[in-house]
């Protein structure tokens, strides 16, 4: 007698734990290729590979014990600029800069202005950049450079956007703030009665902002935002006191941010997404200028319950693994995720093919 059987194809798509030596909290990832990713962490603890995660180089901030770096931003593994998070009256809201491996830092921004707390940063090229905070006087606080991060300065008060009441940004992941094509940036927020999406096209002198259906309160709304053209986009989100929360937390975008629409299907597993990246399926760089092929890349969301891959722009998603990792990069096929407790994670295959079930005939 002869059985057929529809069996799942197995899904050959994990993380590699990679086993650092270090329980510090991490926040901060940046793969600027396959080989070369830098980490910040608690502590004033800066990570570094240069050979595709096999060994890691690990660096203390002078000065910088109390500081929580929760964005990095790496030009390449000799040049890097990391952030830190924190109230600015405790003097946490800093910016380091290393030349020469991370071997020394230079502080190269601080301020004790009363309600500074630093979120995130991004570069547009190799000189310009900017960082974002939380309101201050009704504002969100915005610094720009134009020198690589050397010199930062503080965007004007009346160019700044205005916020609305409770509304802030989560320093999560440093991706509630983005840089996109030449010269357009996305900031991401939560906090108030609305998750909101301000977007700018000149390099953040002047701000456009667009409400989300996302369910924002003071503990949630969106927490990370990616671009895989000039016109689509996503936002992820959620709730960080729920993280298992299987709210609807996926928001799209297919106008450059004017008009965000909520995705039916839920990540998997469910819960806070705090990041979302791009997984290409060579190590083709790209920049940002044409449409990607849709068999060539899968979009990848990360959270404290588990992180989830799509391959049809967010309509669907998949289980890629339950490690927590709150933040995420990529540099082609090959990305990087970090968690709490020294947890650090590779992947460097996500099938990109939607794979029908499977036939199998057993013969009795």
């Known amino acids: 007698m002869l059985l057929v059987l529809f069996l ?8 590699k734990v990679l086993d650092v030596k270090t329980k510090i909290n991490m926040r901060a990832v940046h793969a600027v290729s396959p080989s070369i990713c830098w980490i910040g962490g608690s502590n004033g603890t800066i990570l570094k590979t240069t050979d595709a995660g096999h060994t890691w180089l690990t660096y203390k901030v002078s000065g910088a014990d109390s500081m929580d770096f929760r964005d ?48 995130g940063i991004d570069f547009w090229d190799k000189n310009r950049g900017i960082c974002l905070g939380d309101p201050v006087e009704g ?26 009441p409770g509304e802030a940004c989560f320093a999560a992941s440093g991706t509630s703030i983005l840089t996109a094509g030449k010269s357009s940036v996305y ?29 924002a309160g003071p503990t949630s709304g969106i927490f990370g935002l990616r671009f895989w053209s000039k016109k689509n986009g ?15 937390n996926v928001l799209i975008t297919n106008d450059g941010g004017i008009t965000w629409e909520l995705q039916n299907s839920m990540t998997k597993p469910a819960g806070l997404k705090e990041c979302v990246d791009i ?7 790209w920049n940002g200028d044409t449409q990607i092929r849709s068999d060539n890349y899968a979009l990848v969301a990360s959270g404290p319950s588990g992180s989830s891959f799509s391959l049809d722009r967010g309509k669907t998603w998949r289980l890629l693994g ?17 968690g709490a407790n020294g947890l650090i994670g590779k992947i460097d295959l996500i099938s990109t093919k939607n794979k029908k079930r499977k036939l199998v005939v057993v013969e009795e």
């Open 279 to 285: 997984y290409h399926k060579t190590n083709a760089t």
């Open 139 to 164: 504002k969100l606080f915005i610094l720009v450079t134009e020198d690589g991060g050397e010199s930062w300065t503080a965007l004007p008060l009346e160019k700044r956007p205005a916020t609305l």
């Open 234 to 248: 996503m936002a992820v989100g959620g709730d960080y006191k729920r993280t298992t929360d299987s709210t609807r």
């Open 72 to 119: 990095i931003h790496a030009f390449d593994k000799q040049n890097a600029i990391a952030m830190s998070a924190g109230e600015s009256e405790k003097g946490k809201a800093k910016i380091f800069r290393t030349e020469d491996g991370g071997e020394s830092w230079s502080l190269v921004y601080q301020t004790t202005q009363n309600g500074v707390f630093l979120d």
């Open 187 to 215: 900031i991401g927020t939560g906090g108030g009665k609305m998750a909101r999406v301000f977007r700018s096209e000149d390099y953040g002198q002047t701000w456009q902002v667009s409400e989300t259906p996302l369910p």
């Open 8 to 15: 799942p194809w197995p899904v050959t798509a994990q993380w």
């Open 322 to 338: 339950k490690e927590g990792f709150h933040a995420l990069s990529f540099a082609g096929n090959v990305g990087y995720a970090v």
